[in-house]
Each structure stands twice: as C-alpha cells, then as structure tokens.
C-alpha cells in the first residue's frame, strides 16, 4: 500500500531527511539512500508536519493526516531513543510549520513566529510577521539567524538574531530587506546568516541579498508565474537551488556568477541584470519538492510524490533528456526503501 507523504524536511547538515506520512514518520540518510528510523502510528498516529534537530534522538512533529494522535495545535517533541514525548507544547491556533536549531524550536503560525527552548519547550519570545498562511521562515544554524516576512511591508523580510531574546530586545535592531513588490512565499539563508534568497508570489525572479555588501543578485526562474516551493543555499554557499510547481529544479553558480548565462530580458535603468540558472532537471509538476546541492556537485530532488533522484552538475554545457549541464545518477521511491537494520 502507498504511503501519503505529507510534508518532507532536510535536517540541518542537509546529509539527512525527514518526512511525515499517514503511518507516522521516517528518516532517511540521503547519500546513499538508506532508511534510518521509522515511528509508526501507533506510537505517533498520522503526521502532518515534521523536523530534525541534526543528527541527535529529538525530533519534533505536529500532527495531521487521517489518524492524528494530537490536534494540529499540539507540537510534540519526540525522543528517538527513548520512544516517548520529551514535551508537548500547545498553542491557541494551528501550528504552520516548525524550525529548530540545537537549542532553539520556532513555531511558526499564521501572523507570528514562536520561539522555545529546546527540549522543554519554555517560551522565550515571539516576532510579529505579515499574515504568513504558508508558514514561510529560515533559519541559519551556525549564525543562528532566521529570517521571515516582515509585518512592516509587503515583500520585506526581517533577519532576527536569535540570541537578541537572551538580552535586551532593543540591544539589536532587525535588519529589514525590501525584497520584492509581492507577498514573500519563500526564503533561505545561508549557514553564515550573511546572504539570503527570497520568492515571491509572482515565481520569476530568485532575489540574493547580501547583508555585508548589500548588492542584490536578481535570478531569473522563468518568464511564467510559478509556485516556489524551496529555496536552498548549498553548505558552502557556492550554489543555489530552487523548486517550483513547474516541476523544474533550477540551480545558480553563486562564487562564479558568469558561470550562469545572462537573461535575454534587458532590465529597466537602474536595476540588476537578470542572471538565468547554471543547469536544470525535471520533476513531477506540481508536486512539492526540496532540493539541495551536496559534496562533489550531487544534486539531491525529495519530492512529496515519494520520488528521490540524484543529479551531478556538469561542467560542458550539455543539454540531455533528464537535464541542462546535469545529468541523472539514480531515481529511488523512498517511502519503498526499507529500513538500515530489518
């Protein structure tokens, strides 16, 4: 029997990934593909919502799906180890969608963004964001950033310094980005919380904002309005990936940005040339899909399809049937892959 896969998230490191289905959830490890961990339902029920933190036994989930244990209020720490709660926390509205970091869990809701301590789930503060229906919101771990929709304009985003709630909260003032015209749908920082990409509802043009040197690199997806789905810096910073209902994964040369052939669409005075994706794949449109860019040029799709593939940059230019200066190393169907230790 299929198992409905409900949501899907890369841990912290992006060498492991985690996905909520309607019999619990499951980890994997991404290269080689192999399942680490599975929960069943009746331990957890049915998941909606699911996070790592790293490699460690707690995992964080919120329920959903046809056999919730837990109501979609509920954020349920989990011990790996130890297969019980470690602490539940419940909110007064549905829970979006949750980030964490080693110390750090952040609950994002509808117009605000809750962050606890981790593993007992104490408030600590909460940031106010634009009505944010799709629970938009990125976090650098080693910077220990987030950045999520302003409440100040639309298409502004607010970086936050997360220790800023073990001090003062006026002792350091948010940085706001005026990153596009049109309501944020989605957004990346990079590990060192210096540069981030952000999407907008209109899909077409990928926007990298430097906060050391304030340059704004504007990427062009497509000419069509898209649905972004993920945005992804690699560890290193050298790449960028992004996903879209199109069902194409488009990827940027960061640190050699003329790797990236120019856009043919010339821009108003005054504002950025357009720079188009180094290489591309396809995968199922319309399907939502997190991708990543790892060691040695691997290109990672997971798909909520259950579909798994691994690409390989290329560096000659080549256009093939699976895709433009890639080409494909393997196609898996994760929810089939059975566990590490049967």
Not at 20 to 44: W, Y
Not at 91 to 97: A, D, R, T, W
Not at 299 to 306: E, K, N, P, R, S
Request: glycine share 6%.
């Amino acid at each position: 029997m299929a198992r409905q896969v409900m949501n899907v998230k890369l841990n912290q490191d992006q060498e492991y990934f985690i996905c909520a289905t309607d019999d619990g959830l499951r980890i994997f490890h991404m290269d080689p593909l192999v399942q680490i961990t599975h929960v069943g339902e009746a331990k957890i029920g049915s998941v909606r919502c699911v996070e790592m933190r790293f490699r460690s036994n707690i995992v964080a989930f919120v329920s959903g799906g046809a056999r919730p244990l837990f109501d979609d209020r509920t954020v349920v720490l989990w011990d790996l180890l130890k297969e019980r709660p470690l602490s539940k926390v419940v909110l007064k509205e549905p829970v979006l969608s949750i980030k964490m970091i080693n110390d750090r869990l952040l609950v994002i809701l509808r117009s605000r963004i809750i962050v606890l301590r981790v593993p007992r789930g104490e408030t600590l503060t909460e940031f106010t964001t634009r009505d944010n229906p799709g629970g938009v919101c990125a976090v650098s771990c080693t910077a220990r950033k987030m950045v999520f929709p302003s409440s100040k304009n639309r298409g502004c985003v607010q970086i936050e310094d997360l220790d800023r709630c073990d001090t003062s909260p006026e002792s350091t003032p948010p940085l706001m980005v005026q990153a596009h015209g049109n309501d944020i749908v989605c957004v990346a920082i990079n590990a060192a919380g210096d540069s981030i990409a952000t999407a907008s509802t209109q899909g077409t043009n990928i926007h990298v904002y430097n906060t050391l040197t304030k340059e704004t690199t504007k990427l062009r997806r497509g000419v069509d309005k898209a649905n972004i789905y993920c945005l992804n810096f690699s560890k290193d910073t050298n790449f960028l990936c992004c996903s879209s209902d199109k069902g194409t994964v488009h990827v940027w040369s960061l640190k050699d940005i003329d790797l990236n052939p120019v856009s043919v669409i010339k821009p108003l005075v005054g504002l950025p040339v357009e720079v188009k994706s180094y290489a591309s794949f396809t995968v199922t449109a319309e399907c939502a899909c997190v991708c990543s860019v790892g060691s040695g040029d691997a290109i990672y799709a997971v798909c909520l399809d259950g579909s798994f593939q691994k690409y390989k940059l290329g560096r000659d230019g080549s256009q093939t049937e699976t895709g433009r200066n890639c080409f494909r190393v393997s196609y898996d169907v994760y929810p089939n892959v059975g566990e590490l230790y049967d």
